[in-house]
DNA sequence: TTGACCCAAGTGGTCCGACCACATCCATGG
DNA sequence: CCATGGATGTGGTCGGACCACTTGGGTCAA
């Protein structure tokens, strides 16, 4: 045995840069770093962990990808918030890599949270939050710019999330129904005139969260889904 | 030579290691890169985006976090399988990280998740695979060692979530069930006598599934993780 | 011939030092 | 009192050096 490490009883595991995201991830989990907070200088830690500024900094660049950290040139380097969509960002790299079987198999998961969430939102929804909602359906029916449909289609499904209470479930959905997925989707889908279609549905969601129909709105909100994910089965099987 | 940028008309957006990450996303989500190929060496990759080498290791190093890369020491660096598994385990640091109210809406999302995996389980399930869920439960239930029974219950959920047939939401589960998730729950819960009543849930999922029926399997499993959830949700109150 | 062994080249991992770009704070001067 | 400008500190980028490990081919003995 040649004792590569000091007494302090740390298994050398993995390269210095892992560890160090380890140590990190932990000192939040343990809650000595608060949400927002301000971490000392890379330099700083660095030297505390003993290691380079440059493994330092590719472990401080990794939990930045995660939301997890957020680095603000010349000030310093904080915590996120922490709050669900900071740290469900990533999910969209999910859906925009996912290819064939792998993508059907995200829109059944989203086909699940989905309908659930458009049920409690009937239940739940403002008149406030309602009218956002139609805010979107009828800015959505006033124009032809498909680049246009697509972003009030997105704020659609996204306040009705919103209005299910579950901010969590609403920033996976956000990610399964990332710009490019949804982009990939509509390409080649209107030719066939389900773009009318989709209108109706969107209709139909509408009226069962005005009319505070739970069991409409999961009903109304899985077929609208479900559409979308016969027709990706269909392409994938040709 | 000034010349900032040639007329190739990208704007440069952001930092070098960001343009990085997303030319490598890009090049994957776009087939110029197939799942297991291997890339140029570090130094080819930074020379041919004219970054640093630096640079271009934090963007690899971020890519491999999210698990779209693999780095093999002294081999080189490969492009994962992009599996389920590969992409989503970052969904455990979510897990890890979460705090109070967040960690009972991710509770939420899993058993509207767990509850639809078991009844398509139910359905879909095998005998080979319903012996290997009958044998985490007996394993389960034949010690009192708490890491063990936490080990085989994971075990059981999952392959629960395997036999339904959808690889993707199987791995979502997974995550959300994330080890130091789990262990926190257990911390404190057994005290209250629970522990029978875990088993006894257990066993009525168990049973379901053995009929091969999908709503009975559906409630016991909301009925399971509803009820940690519930639970927590009292803690979190307190 | 065949097999085990060893070494050299290639690759990722780590470290260092320098400089740049940007944000912030404070002394200065109106 | 407020606006201004510079000094300071911070993250961002770069280049080079060396280390640790894998790989493959060549050597040498059986």
Request: hydrophobic content about 45%; proline content about 3%.
């Amino acid at each position: 045995m040649d004792e590569p490490r000091q007494g302090g009883g740390a298994a050398p595991k993995g390269t210095v840069t892992q560890r160090a995201i380890e140590r990190i991830k932990a000192m939040i989990g343990e809650g000595l770093l608060e949400p927002g907070q301000r971490l000392p200088t890379e330099r700083d830690l660095a030297a505390q962990l003993g290691i380079s500024r440059s493994s330092m900094r590719e472990a401080i660049r990794a939990l930045t990808v995660l939301g997890v950290l957020e680095a603000r040139h010349g000030s310093g380097i904080y915590v996120t918030q922490l709050q669900a969509g900071d740290l469900l960002e990533t999910f969209g790299v999910v859906a925009d890599l996912s290819r064939g079987p792998r993508l059907v198999e995200l829109l059944e998961v989203r086909r699940i949270l989905e309908s659930t969430a458009t049920a409690l939102a009937a239940a739940r929804i403002t008149p406030a939050q309602l009218a956002v909602v139609e805010g979107h359906l009828a800015a959505m029916n006033a124009t032809e710019d498909p680049e246009e449909i697509l972003a009030h289609d997105l704020a659609f499904h996204r306040a009705i999330a919103e209005a299910a209470g579950n901010e969590t479930m609403a920033a996976i959905l956000e990610g399964l129904s990332s710009r490019t997925f949804r982009a990939r989707v509509w390409r080649g889908y209107r030719e066939e005139g389900a773009f009318d279609r989709t209108r109706r549905e969107h209709a139909a969601i509408h009226r069962a969260l005005a009319a505070h129909d739970p069991e409409a709105a999961r009903a109304a909100a899985a077929a609208h889904v479900g559409e979308v994910e016969e027709w990706l089965r269909a392409q994938v099987g040709s």
